[in-house]
T-cell receptor, first 114, second 109 residues
Framework: EPEVTQTPSHQVTQMGQEVILRCVPI?????FYWYRQILGQKVEFLVS????????KSEIFDDQFSVERPDGSNFTLKIRSTKLEDSAMYFC????????????FGQGTRLTVV | KQEVTQIPAALSVPEGENLVLNCSFT??????LQWFRQDPGKGLTSLLL?????REQTSGRLNASLDKSSGRSTLYIAASQPGDSATYLC????????FGTGTRLQVFP
């Protein structure tokens, strides 16, 4: 069964360092998303991406964040200069269509900023 | 702004019970609503997708209903099992999913 895969599963980084979280969405999906979940809190929307550009971003997704689809399979989230409060589980998701299709999530990358 | 509330926040039941998990949302202009399961420290597993035009959707022992106009969805779990222990998340969808805080379910033998 097709699945969304994320790497790494766990990343520890020092404050101020750049990190890149990687995702391989399901191959025939066209819409891609990043969400995050701070420990003990809700899953929050960060950004959606379609046709090689950002469709929507939340207030959390400030200038420190960027997304890219560098080739036909990968979808990446970059945090330029990590802060302690960026520590969270980051989930990638993809859907085949925009409105009425099921979202599939990866297993997440746990980011710990020290 | 969409706000999603799930009740109860936690539930502990003996196996075999039929369960009702409730979700309410403030903005009824949704395309669909998904229910997910999350095991501790793990990702989100999609359980059911119910379209805005549907009233209910079933998968095995799970049945989800949707009353879009009143902003409510309910997840029924029949004959609960210890393996059902997890957090259940409701997420109505406009252009993105908005998640509730979840119902943490424990089913004991």
């Amino acid at each position: 069964e097709p699945e969304v895969t994320q790497t790494p599963s766990h990343q520890v980084t020092q404050m101020g360092q750049e990190v890149i979280l990687r995702c391989v969405p399901i191959s025939n999906h066209l819409y891609f998303y990043w969400y995050r979940q701070i420990l003990g809190q809700k899953v929050e929307f960060l950004v959606s991406f379609y046709n090689n550009e950002i469709s929507e971003k939340s207030e959390i997704f400030d200038d420190q964040f960027s997304v890219e689809r560098p080739d036909g399979s990968n979808f990446t989230l970059k945090i330029r200069s990590t802060k302690l409060e960026d520590s969270a589980m980051y989930f990638c998701a993809s859907t085949r269509g925009a409105k009425n299709t099921e979202a599939f999530f990866g297993q997440g990358t746990r980011l710990t900023v020290v | 702004k969409q706000e999603v509330t799930q009740i109860p926040a936690a539930l502990s039941v003996p196996e075999g019970e039929n369960l009702v998990l409730n979700c309410s949302f403030t903005d009824s202009a949704i395309y669909n609503l998904q229910w997910f399961r999350q095991d501790p420290g793990k990702g989100l597993t999609s359980l059911l997708l119910i379209q805005s035009s549907q009233r209910e959707q079933t998968s095995g022992r799970l049945n989800a209903s949707l009353d879009k106009s009143s902003g409510r969805s309910t997840l029924y779990i029949a004959a609960s099992q210890p393996g059902d222990s997890a957090t259940y998340l409701c997420a109505p969808c406009t252009d993105k999913l908005i998640f509730g805080t979840g119902t943490r379910l424990q089913v004991f033998p």
